[in-house]
C-alpha cells in the first residue's frame, strides 16, 4: 500500500522513455494482410485493456454501491496497472495481468486530478527510497506496494504495459450524488447500480491513449471507446477523429489525463529501464 504520510512536493518525477515495445515483445514475421505482426499484437492488447477495464469498473461500481455508507465505504476512483507476460499458447503469444488500487472513501480520493498527481509523488518517493536501500521499487511489492486487488503476484519476466483510471464520476453525475439518488429517488424513477455509467482512462507504453464511457444502456454496436490508435489493425488507415483525445474535453478531463500521463511517465521510466525499445 502507498505510504499514506503526507505528500512531499520536492520528489522528482522520473522521466519518460522513448514510445516502447515490451518484451515479451510481439513476434516478428510476414505481413498479414499487408498489417505487420506487431501491429495486430498492440491492437489485441487495446481490446484486451478495454474488456478488463470494462470489467474492473463495474466491480468497482458495484462494490462502491454495496459498501455505501458504511465505514468502509469506497471512493469513486481507482488506479489500474497493465502487465503482459510469455504466454506460447495465447493466440498472439502474451497474457495480459492487471493489478489495481481502490481508495476509501474521504475528502482526499473525491478529485481525481489530485489523487494521482500525489500518487505520482508516492510513486516517485518510493523509487528513490528503495533505490538508496539498495533496492528496486516494483508496484506491487512485495515492499512499497501500490495496489490492493487484482493480479498481486506477477510471473517472472512480466513487464509494464501501461496505467488507468476507473472512475464512477460520468455525464450522469458525480457517484456521491448518484448513489444518493438510488437510495431516494428525486423523479420516482428507480434505478440499480447496474444503470449507472462508468469511465475508464488509460496510457499504453505505445503511446495510445483510451476512453472508455461504460453504459449499460448504450445501444448494440455501440462500445464508447475512444483510442487514438487502431483497435481494428485492418482499418488503420482510415480518419482517426480521436487522434488528440487527450486535448479533448473538460479542463477537469484535461488534466486528468495530464495527471495519469506523469504517472504513467514515471511508472514507465522506472519499470522499463533497461528494456528495449
Known sequence: ?????????????????????????????????????????????????????????????FEADQRYGQRDALGPHGVML???????AQPHGYQLHTAYRLWLSSPESQHLPRLLADLTEVVADSITRAGAAGRRWHPVGPQGSMVNGGDMTLPSGAVYVGVGVTTLDSDQGRWQQLARTLRHPDDHRRRSVFDLKGQCYVLLTDGTALHVDRDPHAPIG????????????????YYNPHEHLTDQGDPITRDTWAQLTRLHHTLAGHLLAGHPA
Not at 455501440?222 to 488507415?237: A, E, F, H, Q
Open 82 to 88: 497493465f502487465f503482459v507476460s510469455e504466454a506460447p
Open 1 to 61: 500500500m502507498p505510504d499514506e504520510r503526507p505528500y512531499r512536493r520536492d520528489v522528482p518525477v522520473h522521466a519518460a522513455p522513448p514510445e516502447q515495445t515490451p518484451s515479451p515483445s510481439p513476434q516478428q514475421g510476414e505481413p498479414d494482410g499487408g498489417v505487420s505482426v506487431e501491429a495486430r499484437w498492440w491492437a489485441d492488447l487495446r481490446q484486451q485493456v478495454v474488456y478488463r477495464a470494462k470489467r474492473l469498473n463495474t466491480g468497482h461500481m
Open 222 to 237: 455501440v462500445d464508447g471507446v475512444r483510442c487514438t490508435k487502431p483497435l481494428d489493425p485492418d482499418r488503420s488507415t
